[in-house]
């Protein structure tokens, strides 16, 4: 009778969850994932062992094959067995996905991604429903990470479904924390853990990480283990019942919307549990399960040529040629028109919601058959059955299965030309993914018809982004002209170096925030330029709602007329916003040379001969002179060589030496501003010797125990000025010939 009643359970929440579509992520196609068709599969067995129960009960007796599946599904059902437990975490994943289907913030999931995307570009988005257990069950108001290869999650939600405690202590906290407040904190400890800590540890950032230093705080406990974890820092802090630890991970917790991002990996393995990969989903269970299933090797596909065809509905509306090869699983399409001679490339058609297959077309498509390979079981294949169709990368539902061929259709766009985007499919689990390299050649685009709109503008549409600059400057937008103009009151514009914050070059910037037009998807936006030069996507960032411009200042360029033309897509008319900025002071920022072991040397032409020994620091900026083995410094006559000195004239006779100065890595200049030789001469606006006007040819005569003397050089006026100490020491001089 118990055995029953557990059927009964099994049978009602099998009902809920097969009448119900699994909730697809954003992006995906919404077939039937692999878990919901084991719950089907298991809810087949399970009215195929009550019907065996049923007539048993009727008859007093089964027939010996019957009695056999009887035994072998009753012992499946009811025991703690592999795929029991496969069935549990299906069903499991199967009511969340239900859960996650009535909740509107999944709904914004692309939003979500987008915004995760402009802070984090390293970083994705994983499904809600990814990660799930047997034992725990994790539901998420902020979907989970990838970051670099490694899986974050919201802290509260996994805390909850462990059933943990976690405490909140951020550094502006009157209770605020450092390292040093945890036992046995050294940096010293840190260093040599692994390569992570040491890569971590190089550089500035050692210099972020001492026992004073104040942090933010994530405390875990789960019965005798405590784990801290420290926001933008990757390191941990472990004490396990009194034996404590520090680790370096591989990975920082970090904040974004208010939610703090933990290692799931870490805290599940601290914590003893063991973290899996099935199939596209991430298994947290106890650490001390040794019966999971052995993993399944998908069977490869056998091709012919004649497997990849053009689609016989002509997706592309005229001839479109298709070559395959099923060895590399290259297809090779290109367009030519057949009844000319000339073999003249014909015009791909711009499709305006056109339906072929029951799938509304809105764009330029080619479309392609594909037969359904031998492996798959074409009597009873049909289009839910594919597991799932990828076009560069992203889930489409363009696809159908027609008798014993998939007809899919490609959105193609015209920078693909020539190039060869990954057209996927999975037909089954038991078999291997199928990519097809896919190049697009010769293709012609006919015009996509469009009818823009003005962008209508407020006063408030364009504002100052960040107080890049200074918090003085003010911004006057003119939302019926487009024009911006842009004040500074005294405050004197800061230099911002690479990185800090968006500008990636060093300079002086101020940041412009512009609202984009209603209905602008990010996608389309088509090119920024700036006075007529098209910026690269890195010059600015833009979302759904405002595209971020960090304008150049150049003290030089005050009072023009600078214009950012933005075409923000097809729909709309682009848009020209007209900018002059006034009173702006810079901030004087002079440039450090850059120097190498290399940058000072003996003149290539030797002089003072071929015994002289050089020997350059670049860190002090100290040059060493002498004789290598009391060797003479050559004597040189007026008519010997032509050698120059600072004055271009030709050397007089004496004993004279050679310096060459290669100008400073980060100079590009051909001239020297000014050189002077401490009490002594100063030249200005020098040229620069060498085949490449890079460096320069520096003499001086040399006489018996010459001692120590200095060389200034200011190379620009946006560079410190550099000063080379010399200390030259002469052993012997050559004398002079005597007639």
Known sequence: ?????????????????????????????????????????????????????????????????????????????????????????????????????????VQNTVQVMNRFRNRFPN????????????????????????????????????????????????????????????????????????????????????????????????????????????????????????????????????????????????????????VTWDDGTIVIDDDDQDDQDDPVIPTDIDRNSGDVTQDPFTASSYKLNVNFDPSDYDVVIYSTDGNDQDNSVDELMFYDEVRLLGFELDGYYVGLAIDVPEEVDNDSYDTEDVVDVEWEGNDIETYAIVGDELYVYLLVTEDMEGTSPNLEVRWDLELDRETFDVKLQYLRFEDEPVDEELIIREDTDVTQYMNVGGEDIVFDFDGDDKELLIFGHGQVVPFIEAGDPLPEDDGYFVGIRIEAPEDFEKEDLEYVELNGNELDEDEFDVTDSRLVYYLEIDENDEGD??????????????????????????????????????????????????????????????????????????????????????????????????????RPTNYDGETIKSLTIIDGDTWSDLELDGDNNDRLWFYFEAEEGHDNFEIEILWADNFEEETIEVDATIFELEEAPTE
Do not use: C
Request: glycine share 6%.
């Open 1 to 105: 009778m118990k055995r029953v009643l557990v059927f009964l359970l099994i049978a009602a929440l099998l009902a809920g969850a097969v009448g119900t579509s699994a909730f697809a992520a954003p992006g995906n196609s919404g077939k039937v994932h692999w878990k919901d068709q084991l719950i089907m599969k298991w809810d087949e067995m399970l009215q195929e062992y009550l019907g065996l129960k049923d007539k048993l009960e009727d008859k007093g007796s089964l027939k010996r094959a019957e009695e056999d599946r009887y035994d072998e599904l009753e012992e499946l059902l009811t025991s703690d067995s592999k795929e029991a437990k496969k069935f549990y975490l299906a069903l499991r994943n199967h009511l969340n996905n239900k859960h996650y289907a009535a909740q509107p913030y």
């Open 123 to 274: 970083w994705d988005v994983l499904p809600f429903n990814s990660i799930i257990s047997h034992r725990f069950n994790f539901l998420f108001d902020t979907p989970p990470m990838l970051a670099d290869g490694r899986t974050l999650v919201p802290v509260r939600a996994l805390v909850e479904a462990l059933d943990a405690d976690v405490d909140w202590i951020p550094y502006w906290d009157n209770d605020s924390l450092t390292f040093g407040d945890f036992d046995g904190f050294s940096s010293i400890d840190l260093e040599g853990m692994n390569e992570t800590a040491d890569e971590w540890l190089d550089g500035e950032k050692n210099a972020n990480i001492n026992s004073d230093t104040q942090v933010s705080v994530v405390r875990i406990t789960l019965e005798d283990i405590e784990i801290a974890l420290f926001i933008d820092f990757p390191v941990a802090y472990v004490n396990e019942d009194g034996n404590i630890r520090w680790e370096a991970l591989d990975t920082k917790p970090q904040i974004f919307d208010d939610r703090t991002y933990v290692p799931l990996r870490f805290i599940s393995e601290t914590f003893d549990l063991e």
């Open 561 to 662: 007329l600078i214009e950012l033309t933005i075409k923000w897509g097809p729909a709309f008319v682009d848009e020209t916003i007209e900018i002059r900025w006034f009173d702006l002071e810079l901030e004087e920022q002079l440039l450090i040379p850059e120097r190498n072991d290399e940058s000072v040397r003996q003149d290539p032409e030797n002089t003072g001969g071929e015994g002289m020994s050089y020997v350059f620091d670049a860190e002090d900026n100290e040059l060493e002179i002498e004789t290598e083995n009391g060797r003479a410094v050559a004597y040189y006559e007026e008519s010997e060589g032509d050698l120059v000195d600072l004055d271009d004239v030709e050397l007089p006779d004496g004993n004279w030496i050679g310096i060459e100065i290669l």
